[in-house]
């Protein structure tokens, strides 16, 4: 029951993020805009970009709640939110208003963050740190996909 409360909260702010993160891209995954881009070779079918963040927010989701309980400390909370406005930011700035570039510098940034949950809480986390690697690895190639489309348009 412990693990319960926070768990749902982090799940509710989490899949809280990706409905507002669809909500400022709007249609721009299937706008002319972008599809009209030479993308990455890489770059995977769209429906596999929903399926992908279902699972790592869930992931996600337990893994922080798994932290928080282990460390209630503001440094978590902080990167926990500088992660939640980074990823909603990227939505907008990338897809909605077109500047590719920013939202490079935001995935970098969040990027770092993530990896920055991985490498200080290692120890804590243990073999928990499983939770958190679908959200690495797929950040490392969303990260890719941006700037193959910066450098290539």
Do not use: E
């Amino acid at each position: 029951m412990k693990f319960l409360k926070p768990f749902l909260l982090f799940f509710i702010i989490n899949f809280s993020a990706l409905a507002l993160g669809v909500l400022l891209m709007g249609d721009a995954p299937t706008s002319a805009w972008y599809t009209s881009m030479n993308q990455a070779p890489w770059t995977p079918p769209n429906w596999v970009f929903g399926a992908a963040w279902m699972t790592i927010m869930l992931c996600f989701s337990f893994y922080m709640a798994l932290l928080y309980l282990k460390q209630p400390t503001n440094k978590v909370i902080t990167l926990f939110f500088i992660q939640f406005i980074l990823n909603v930011s990227w939505n907008f700035v990338f897809f909605n208003q077109h500047l590719v570039a920013v939202g490079l510098l935001i995935i970098i940034a969040l990027t770092f963050i993530i990896t920055v949950f991985l490498v200080t809480y290692f120890r804590v986390m243990k073999i928990k740190n499983l939770l958190i690697l679908p959200y690495v690895v797929w950040i490392f190639i969303a990260t890719s996909l941006n700037l193959y489309i910066l450098i290539n348009n």
